[in-house]
């Protein structure tokens, strides 16, 4: 089992790899689209840089809310039933 820390320091690398997805795509989106005889063409590559930022984006805001917002996790107070609670009752 991996702990706490070690999830928390794949989190953040995973979030680093996204934030340079993010550069790419949007490198993608606005150099390489506006070049004029590119391979694949024009429209290949705007909807391809759109789709890389909208994913890291997306997991960039999901990673973020994870790390700073943790969830509270509610306590309560653990009741036990007594043996002897029919013979209370009576």
């Known amino acids: 089992m991996s702990t706490r820390r070690e ?5 953040l690398l995973l979030f680093f790899i996204s ?5 790419i795509g949007y490198y993608i989106l606005n150099v390489v689209s506006k070049i004029y005889e590119v391979p694949l063409g024009l429209t290949f590559h705007v909807v391809f840089g759109c789709t890389l930022m909208a994913i890291s984006g997306i997991y960039i805001g999901y990673t973020t809310k994870q790390l700073l917002f943790p969830k509270k996790r509610k306590r309560t107070k653990r009741v036990y039933l007594d043996e002897n609670s029919d013979e209370n009752s009576k």
């Open 7 to 11: 999830r928390k320091k794949k989190k």
């Open 19 to 23: 934030c340079i997805v993010f550069g």
